[in-house]
C-alpha cells in the first residue's frame, strides 16, 4: 500500500510531463522535420536527469534520430541489472480530419488524455520515469534505460545493441512498448510473430490491347496475378502455403465480439479461416495483400491490362526461421504459372519472430507484480505485430529475461485516429513497474541468475 500511494501522489506530475512529450510532434520519418524529434529527445533527458538517473549518453547512428541511453549503478554487487525500453518517435497522424481534437494537443477524454503517440510508446516512457522517481532514482537494481527515437520508421538501432554487448548487458529486461489485452486485465506478451515482405508481378503485353478486339486471347496480367493470390487460402481462409507453422494457442485471447469491434468488422460480415484467434492472429501464419498496382475503376479503360503487380505481408510463428518462411511463401508463388504465364517474384525485407522462456525468476516477479497492481493474475498473449529491436537486444544479452507489458491497451487506437491511454493503467503500469523491481531484486539473491553472474 505505500508503494500504491507513492504512485498516486505521482500521478500529478506524471500527467503534467505525459502531455508536454505528447505535445511535441516527433515524427522520425522522412518529409517531416527534424526539430520536433530533438526536442522531444531534449525534453526526455532533462526528465531522466531530475529522476535521478547520472549517466545519460546520446548514442548517434547513421540515419538514424538519436538513442536516449541511461545508467543507475546496482546498490550492491549481487543486485541484478534491469534494462527499460521505450520510443519517443510517434507515428504520423495520418487524416487528421478523422481526429476529434488535434493530434499534437493531448485533449481530456473520459478517464485518460488522446493524442498521437500518447500511448505508443509516451505513456510507457512516462512509465518508466515514474517508477525510478518512485523509488527516488534509487531503485534495488541496477538500471540501463534505453529510449529510441525512430523504432516507428526503423532503424540501424535495430542491428546494434549485439555489436555494443557490454553496454546492453542486463539481467532481465522490460520492453514497454505494448501493454494489456483490454483495459484492467494485466497481460504479459510472450511472443511475437515474425514478418516478411514479398513483391509478386505480372507482364504479358508490351503495352494494353482493347479488350473488344484482343480479349480472351490476349492474356490479362490482372486475371493472372489474381489466380496467383487466390492460391494462397483455403476456402475457409487459412493459409494454403506449405511449411508455414501453426500450433494451437494455449494463452488467453479475445472475445470475437471484442475482434470485431477492434477489427471494425461490418456486420453480417463473417470472420475468415479457422481454429481460435489466438491461433489465428499469433500461433499460425497470416498472408495480407498490402498494395496492389492495377488501373484503378475511376480511369478505366476497355483494354487487356499488359501489367500487375502485389506486395504481400507475411506473418509467421514466432518460433520459424525468418528466411525459411519468407522461402516458403517465394517457393509456392514461382511454382505457379496461371494460365501458362510465370510470375516474377522478389523477397523484401524480413524480420524474425521472438518467444521469451517464462519459468526464470524476472517472470516470477512480473506475475506478482501485475497482480500487485491490477488485482488478478496476468494474462498470456502474443502479438502479431513485430518489434525488431527485441532480437537485437536478446543477442546482446542472451541470458536475459525478455519482457514486455506496458500502459497501453488493444483499445487505445495506436497507429489510428484519436489514440489514447488510461489513467488507470498508466498508474497501475507504473505500480507494476516499480513493484517489478522491488520482487525482482529479492528473488535474484540466491537464484540461479546471481550464481551465475558471480561465476
Known amino acids: 500500500m505505500k508503494l500504491e500511494a507513492t504512485v498516486d501522489d505521482l500521478m500529478d506530475t506524471l500527467r503534467a510531463d505525459l502531455e508536454r512529450l505528447a505535445a511535441i510532434p516527433s515524427i522520425a520519418f522522412p518529409g517531416f522535420p527534424a526539430a520536433p524529434v530533438q526536442e522531444a529527445h531534449d525534453l526526455l533527458v532533462e526528465l531522466l536527469r531530475g529522476a ?40 504520423p497522424p495520418g487524416d487528421e480530419s478523422l481526429w476529434k481534437s488535434p493530434p499534437f494537443e493531448p485533449t481530456p477524454i473520459e478517464g485518460g488524455l488522446r493524442a498521437r503517440g500518447i500511448a505508443d510508446d509516451k505513456s510507457n516512457v512516462i512509465a518508466h520515469l515514474g517508477m525510478l522517481r518512485a523509488y527516488g532514482g534509487r531503485p534495488p537494481v541496477g538500471i540501463k534505460i534505453v529510449i529510441e527515437g ?43 510473430r515474425g514478418a516478411s515482405e514479398v513483391v509478386v508481378e505480372v507482364r ?41 507453422r501453426r500450433e494451437d494457442w494455449s494463452g488467453t485471447s479475445y472475445t470475437e465480439e471484442e475482434f470485431r469491434s477492434l477489427a471494425g468488422v461490418r456486420e453480417g460480415v463473417p470472420l475468415i479461416g479457422s481454429g481460435s484467434l489466438g491461433e489465428r492472429l499469433w500461433s ?10 492495377a488501373p484503378s ?3 478505366a479503360a476497355s483494354a487487356v491490362v499488359p501489367y500487375a503487380r502485389a506486395k504481400l505481408n507475411l506473418r509467421f510463428h514466432p518460433r520459424q526461421d525468418a528466411k525459411e518462411a519468407q522461402a516458403k511463401l517465394v517457393d509456392h508463388l514461382r511454382s505457379l504459372t496461371p494460365f501458362g504465364v510465370p510470375l516474377t ?18 517472470y516470477r516477479a ?31 544479452a542472451p541470458g536475459a529475461e525478455v519482457l514486455l507489458f506496458g500502459a497501453q491497451d488493444s483499445m487505445c487506437n495506436l497507429h489510428a485516429p484519436n489514440e489514447r491511454v488510461l489513467f488507470s493503467e498508466l498508474r497501475n503500469t507504473v505500480v507494476a513497474m516499480a513493484a517489478f523491481v522491488r520482487e525482482y531484486a529479492a528473488d535474484f539473491e540466491g537464484s540461479d541468475g546471481a550464481t551465475e553472474r558471480r561465476a
Open 366 to 396: 512480473a506475475r506478482a507484480a501485475l497482480k500487485e497492481a491490477w488485482g488478478e493474475d496476468a494474462s498470456f498473449v502474443a502479438t502479431g505485430g513485430s518489434i525488431p529491436l527485441v532480437n537485437g537486444l536478446a543477442k546482446a
Open 150 to 192: 525512430q523504432e516507428e520508421y526503423g532503424s540501424a538501432f535495430d542491428d546494434y545493441p549485439p555489436t555494443d554487448p557490454e553496454r546492453f548487458a542486463c539481467d532481465a529486461m522490460v520492453v514497454a512498448d505494448l501493454g494489456n489485452l483490454r483495459p484492467g486485465t494485466p497481460t504479459l506478451t510472450t511472443a511475437l
Open 284 to 293: 499460425g501464419p497470416a498472408i495480407t495483400v498490402i498494395g496492389l498496382d
Open 297 to 299: 475503376v475511376e480511369h
Open 204 to 244: 504479358t503485353l508490351d503495352e494494353p490491347r482493347h479488350s473488344g478486339e484482343f480479349g480472351g486471347a490476349a492474356p490479362d496480367a490482372l486475371l493472372v496475378l489474381l489466380k496467383a493470390l487466390a492460391t494462397l487460402h483455403d476456402v475457409h481462409g487459412d493459409v494454403a502455403v506449405e511449411g508455414l
Open 345 to 362: 517474384v522478389t523477397p523484401g525485407d524480413t524480420g524474425p519472430g521472438y518467444e521469451a522462456p517464462t519459468g526464470g525468476p524476472a
Open 52 to 91: 535521478g538517473v547520472p549517466t545519460v549518453e546520446r548514442l548517434d547512428l547513421p540515419d538514424t534520430s538519436p538513442v536516449i541511453y541511461g545508467e543507475i549503478p546496482p546498490p550492491t554487487p549481487d543486485a541484478p541489472t534491469v534494462l527499460l525500453y521505450g520510443h519517443y518517435d510517434v507515428q
